[in-house]
């Protein structure tokens, strides 16, 4: 254990990070996993109303820092390029 004030401290707000940004990534997984789940059931309409809540979750966990943007934009891409096989 720390005995710094400061080192303290930043195991304390490491902490708080790691579990924002696990929070953050857990929602992202499920919201790619409904899409995933509808384009394996050949569900057009599903997907396409999946999709942008998943782009909309992975464009805000890019913008906090949680995902690389180039990451989240591979993300984005395979997600819509399954669901535009659908249709």
Known sequence: MANIKSAKKR????????????SIRSAVKT???????AVA????AAAKAA????????NAAAS????????AARKVSRISKAVNTLA
Request: hydrophobic share 35%.
């Open 11 to 22: 195991i304390l707000v490491n902490r708080t990070k790691t579990e924002r940004n696990k």
């Open 31 to 37: 919201a790619i996993k409904k899409v995933d789940t």
């Open 41 to 44: 059931n050949k569900d057009a």
């Open 51 to 58: 999709l942008p809540a998943a782009i909309s979750a992975i």
């Open 64 to 71: 906090k820092g949680v995902y690389h943007k180039n990451n």
